[in-house]
């Protein structure tokens, strides 16, 4: 959070977007042949080799390599735990990072993206307009990562309860909205940050803002993405590492040490979505373990850089 925002890793497979056909190699597959077959001469009525019949679109398999096979080396030597997932637009295909699946993960301040997402739900719902209080909260609480701010508009949407029932609309089937008054070992530190999720479940969230759907408006969507794409200079890391100039990235990160105590077992998390330069993509990683916070930036930083260069 603003303060809110281990173990060996391996690639854990790659899932077929919602709805497609295609059955995914797991790493390391070059695509297949064309179907191979001759063609009768109209000339000579000699014929080559029987034609082998092609392989219907739906059983047909794509071969593709997960951007995350290069830094599975990486996260295992950095003794975090790390888990990531990424949606490819072009191929329409989600690769997942995942070392321990079912390990908690905390959102620390990328929950407010969440927050965001339950108030446009609502005001969609309600067929009303933003008020001017609720635009200034919204644009301080994700371009400056404020945490009074994110606390004014969770209690405004109706708290965990509310959130939840947004997270479940949406997918997020792994995501618990956290109801405690404050993060255990704190009386500063609002509890919504304790919230519990997957990488899965944050690439589908910003998926709804990236792309068209059906609960959210252009307009609202819009109006997210250039808040996300307007981030404090000093919280541009993450999803946006590697990125070259000119190619747009909508992001939001949240950093928290898990032992306030001690301020070190830091949680970093980076989401977002990039686009232009031949890339389309939707982008979680969420970093549990690191010594200090600048570490765990780091590791975030060299994976993003990684995946951003694996799918070009």
Known sequence: ?????????????????????????QRNSSSPASPSGGSSSPSTGHSSAPRSTPTPKSTRKLHLQSPFDGVASY???THYYITAAVYDRKTGQTFVLDPKPGAVERTASIVKVEIMGDLFREHEADKQPLSDSDISLLTTM??????????SLWNEDGGAPSIQTFDDSIGMTGTTASADPWIPGSTDLP?????STTARDQVRLVRDFAYKNKWISDSYREQGLHLMESIESDQDWGVSSGVPSGVTVALKNGWLPIDLTNDTDWQINSIGWVKGDGRDYVLAILCQGSLSEGDGIAAVDHIAAQVYSALG
């Open 1 to 25: 959070m603003a303060v809110i925002g281990a173990g060996c890793a391996s690639v854990s497979g790659v899932a077929p977007d919602s709805g497609s056909t295609a059955t995914v190699a």
């Open 191 to 195: 509890g919504w940050g304790w919230t």
């Open 75 to 77: 996260v295992a030597g």
């Open 142 to 151: 994700i371009e400056n990562s404020d945490n009074d701010s994110a606390t």
